[in-house]
């Protein structure tokens, strides 16, 4: 026997808060729970850093999936093997490895945080690709790729340091895991969004989703996405001087780099990356600091 809906005006199939104006409001509520939820069970603090962030992958479930990757790269990349370069990149490579304990030591003391990256999770390897790309790259646990293409750019082995450098601290920084988290996050909102507005009109569905995704994107994604790239650079730029590169040439770096892409570059707020006069001003900021690391770790002085 049912309640009748004029006894009871908030009960029937309108009433309860189930939708109003074609939205399940119940769909987005369970949503934010589960957000919030998730949100204080999966912080971590972060190494180098000393953020908050949000991560559920294990340190050795990260480098199992980048070790696939890594073993796709090799099966479908042109590897060079022998010669000067390779010679170059993975000495390179070794230096920077070396310092990063140091260089990790150097930010927890600064920040007054605890030292926490798992050293012993990464199994380094380089593969230098002879592809005119501009590019390289870290993976999860340590495997580290260089392009030729980059070499005319880099010009020096200190540029070239500064660039390793900054996809290395990526790796560190757990980036790749914490990106994994974050699209998790906004795969389920996406889902939700859609469910609660199942019954409206198919264009208005449309521009909702749209709406919600450009926000997504432009508010969340690519602004993590620059500040991931600032971290990196940073921390990039640490591993460089302590290993005994001059930090100096990453400000050339980033102006060839600029250069290179001719203009063609979209607006800072709809990229992954800072903008290159946005880089250079930041690491000149931070170039006092990576001096001081230098001259602290007993290189040799530098070249006025």
Request: proline share 6%.
């Amino acid at each position: 026997m049912g309640i009748p809906g004029d006894r009871f005006p908030g009960y029937g199939r309108q009433g309860m808060g189930r939708r109003q104006g074609g939205v399940r409001w119940w769909v987005l509520l369970v949503a934010a729970t589960y957000f919030g939820w998730y949100w204080l069970n999966h912080q971590q603090d972060a190494a180098f850093t000393g953020r908050t962030r949000l991560i559920d992958t294990s340190v050795e479930d990260e480098a199992r999936l980048g070790l696939q990757a890594w073993q796709q790269t090799l099966a479908e990349a042109d590897l060079v093997r022998d010669g000067p370069v390779p010679a170059q990149v993975r000495d390179i490579a070794r230096r920077l490895v070396e310092v990063g304990p140091g260089v990790e030591q150097h930010l927890a003391r600064a920040l007054g945080v605890p030292a926490t990256t798992r050293w012993d999770a990464f199994q380094w390897e380089v593969g230098v690709i002879d592809s005119p790309q501009v590019n390289a790259f870290c993976l999860p646990g340590g495997k580290i790729a260089v392009y030729t293409g980059i070499i005319p750019v880099a010009r020096n082995e200190h540029a070239l340091a500064a660039i390793m450098g900054h996809e290395i601290a990526h790796a560190l920084l757990r980036h790749g895991a914490e990106r994994m988290a974050q699209q998790k996050l906004v795969q389920i909102g996406q889902l939700a969004a859609s469910v609660s507005i199942g019954e409206m009109e198919p264009r208005q569905q449309q521009m909702v989703l749209a709406a919600l995704g450009a926000g997504a994107r432009y508010g969340l994604v690519l602004p993590f996405s620059r500040d991931h790239e600032s971290e990196a650079d940073r921390v990039g730029l640490l591993l460089a001087a302590a290993a005994c590169y001059d930090p100096r040439e990453a400000i050339g770096l980033w102006q060839r780099m600029g250069e290179a892409s001719g203009g063609g570059a979209p607006l800072e707020f709809m990229s992954t990356h800072p903008s290159s006069g946005t880089r250079i001003q930041r690491l000149e900021a931070w170039m006092p600091e990576a001096l001081v690391l230098r001259e602290s770790s007993g290189c040799p002085p530098l070249p006025r």
